[in-house]
């Protein structure tokens, strides 16, 4: 039954013992298995090698070492170049000795030749543009591009230099071979390979073949075949750590469901002025339906618009009108702090009907910014926020809480540095220790929220509410040791990993003291 599934493997198996038999290695199997496959009229690849080695070498029969060759290769642009020439030399012979426009010589290239040719001719000063012509600079060139990717094709020496010049231009790329040191006799070498039983039959046993037999040996410490089951993201088992030290702590939970929110909510509320960058479309998503919102509290408006215009507790304000159309924009929200500017207005209102009572909250979710995506950031994260609402608090009882946090988080070398936010004064930066990196590294922001936006909501003058924020991807990056982001979310997430991915341990062992 082997002979019939693995026929070319059999042949080779028998050709490289009794080859051995005679002779101390075998120095090239890639040449071995060509002039065997000549001698039998029939195919034989890489794989079938691979796959004779690997059988015997598992029994004992032979003796060889993996190893691995690299070399460049071209890529299917580069073969493109090597068989037409490099694009700036088809560019350069496009131009006829009195000179062609731009539109012209765009038009007898291919788009991507002439993009790319183009490009690199005028950088090597072969062309020129004068009065709206493309003319050539030179008489005659060599096209040096075209025969290093010849000389590279032949698998001739090239300069690293070159080498480095064509990967940028991604004309090579890189190709690892698998393959074997010399084959040699080993220990338990036979001219022909013995023939091993992994069953033992009734018919066997009835007509006394198994005295002959030779039984396969059981691999009692083999692993067995991976069973399939779903996995939880690594940001879901963070999470689900940074949610129960919030529970542990005493935190309610805010409801985080909206994505989108009104630009009232999300800046005004926050006293964050209608001029500030962050309100541009360059940096947040704006709905275009509905692109606005009608459901506002007015009273709460317009205390919110007077303390913008002219200010109030103590603050002069921004200076500035305060444009009701631009507060009623609806976008993606970019921080979580829009939720609690909905929750300390609601407690506010709460205490205008009954005594003040204390809250501590807290919140996990997604939030939307239109940053370029890197490898340390994404146009959609998720934010950690807790706060707590009080009478009396101070700065101190804002870093004894961070102390506290980030503890139970592991992380118990701290550092604050002053900051400026516009809902919050003061504003402090929250650095820990990281040591793999050896340096001090942003993990957090934190504040007071402001008289101006607390008072407009209704709060007594003596209630005080103590915040802090940061990402969940960041402590999730430093303890699965991810240095791109973009490898823990999004569409170049290898599944793999998510299955391989131990369960999250947070204050136990990470980098960050």
Known sequence: MAADQHPRREILEKAILGYLENNNEISNLEQFGEQLAAENKSEINHNDIDSAIKSLRGFGYVETHDIRKESWVLTEEGKGYAAAGSPEVQVFLAIPAEGITQVELKKKLEDSVFQRGFRHALKNEWVEISKQLVTRKVQHLDDKVRELLMRIHANEAVDQAEIEALKERKLIQKQTQKGYSPVKKGPNYAPVRKKFVTDLTRESLQNGDWKELEFKEFNLNAQGMPSKFGALHPLLKVRKQVKDIFIQMGYEEMATNNYVESSFWNFDALFQPQQHPARDSHDTFFLRTPSTTKELPEDYVERVKRVHESGGYESRGYGCDWKREEAEKNLLRTHTTAVSSRILYLLAKEAQQRPFAPKKYFSIDRVFRNESVDRTHLAEFHQIEGWICDRGLTLGNLMGLLEDFFKRLGMSKLKFKPAYNPYTEPSMEIFGYHKGFRKWVEIGN??????????????????????????????????????NIREMFGHQVDLGFIKRNPICRLGLSHNIE
């Open 446 to 483: 934190s504040g007071m929220f402001r008289p101006e936006m607390l008072r407009p909501m209704g709060f007594p003058e003596d209630v005080e509410v103590i915040a802090w924020g940061l990402s969940l991807e960041r402590p999730a990056m430093i303890l699965y040791e991810i240095d």
